[in-house]
C-alpha cells in the first residue's frame, strides 16, 4: 500500500533553511503527482508546491521564490527546499501523492488522496 513517510522538521529562527523529505513507497513513484501542503494551528490546510511526474512545478504565492519542490525517482524520495522562513511558515508540513487524473490535475489541491503523517516545522522571530 501506499506510505509516505515525512522528516527534516524543527525549529529554525526566521531567515534560515531547512529541508523536508518524503520517502514514499507502495507505488511507481516516478508517475505519480506529488506535493507538499501545511496546516497552522487553527487554519484550514493550505497547498505549497506540487511537482508532476514530468518535473514540472508549481507553487503557491506564498512561497514563491523562498520554497523549491524537487524529487529523485531512483530513491523515491520527495523534497521541499525552505529558505528565508518566516514565523507565519510555522505549520505541519505533509506530502501527499496520487495519481494524475487528467492534464494538469496534478495541480489540483483536490486530487490528492495519500499522505504521510507530517512534520513539524517552527520558525521563530
Known amino acids: 500500500q501506499v506510505q509516505l513517510v515525512e522528516s527534516g522538521g524543527g525549529s529554525v529562527q526566521a531567515g534560515g533553511s531547512l529541508r523536508l523529505s518524503c520517502a514514499a513507497s507502495g507505488f511507481t513513484f516516478g508517475t505519480f503527482c506529488m506535493g507538499w501542503f501545511r496546516q497552522a494551528p487553527g487554519q484550514e490546510r493550505e497547498w505549497v508546491a506540487f511537482?508532476?511526474?514530468?518535473?514540472?512545478?508549481i507553487y503557491a504565492d506564498s512561497v514563491k521564490g523562498r520554497f523549491t519542490i524537487s524529487k529523485d525517482n531512483a530513491q523515491n524520495t520527495l523534497y521541499l527546499q525552505m529558505n528565508s522562513l518566516k514565523p507565519e511558515d510555522t505549520a505541519i508540513y505533509y506530502c501527499?501523492?496520487?495519481?494524475?487524473?487528467?492534464?494538469?490535475?496534478?495541480?489540483?489541491?483536490?486530487?490528492?488522496?495519500?499522505w504521510g503523517q507530517g512534520t513539524q516545522v517552527t520558525v521563530s522571530s
Open positions: 511537482i508532476a511526474s514530468n518535473g514540472r512545478t
Open positions: 501527499a501523492a496520487d495519481r494524475p487524473r487528467s492534464y494538469g490535475s496534478c495541480w489540483s489541491p483536490s486530487l490528492y488522496n495519500y
